[in-house]
């Protein structure tokens, strides 16, 4: 049961309704964004659980390159809407009808999300370190 909405994102409009975005042209098509760009469609819910759980799945559809399949354009490959609203509502659907694998695997990214970002802060400070040591010891010579 589809208990979403998904519809092309308007730079003007404001929705208040639980949402987040899917990016539809580069190579880059289908990622799952918190911010919109110029390019991408918004998936509207009643709820923030069933945003969060959904998504994670389309997190997991872009990760494994399933979009790549329904890529269209010559120079730029763009994701056309009715391709992306047919086949994402038949996998969600399919992907959550194992509710207990699912939230397993929801947690586990959530988690290596938080691991990345903490890596990602750790080798931006170690970078910075490195080039302030540097500039130190080029100043003295």
Known sequence: M?????????PETLY????????????NSGKPLN??????????????VEKDSYYWLAYSLWKARYWQQFLVGSVIPFLRINDFKI???TK???????????????KALKLLEQKEFSFQKNLKLIS?????ILNNYCRKY
């Open 16 to 27: 208040l309704a639980d949402h987040f975005y899917i990016l539809n042209k580069g190579l």
């Open 87 to 89: 086949d994402y509502i």
């Open 35 to 48: 911010e919109p760009c110029p390019n991408c469609f918004v998936v509207i819910f009643q709820s923030a």
């Open 92 to 106: 969600t659907s399919k992907m959550l009808e194992q509710h207990e694998e699912h939230l397993k695997n929801v």
């Open 128 to 132: 910075e370190l490195r080039t302030a």
């Open 2 to 10: 589809q208990n979403f909405i998904i519809k092309t994102h308007k």
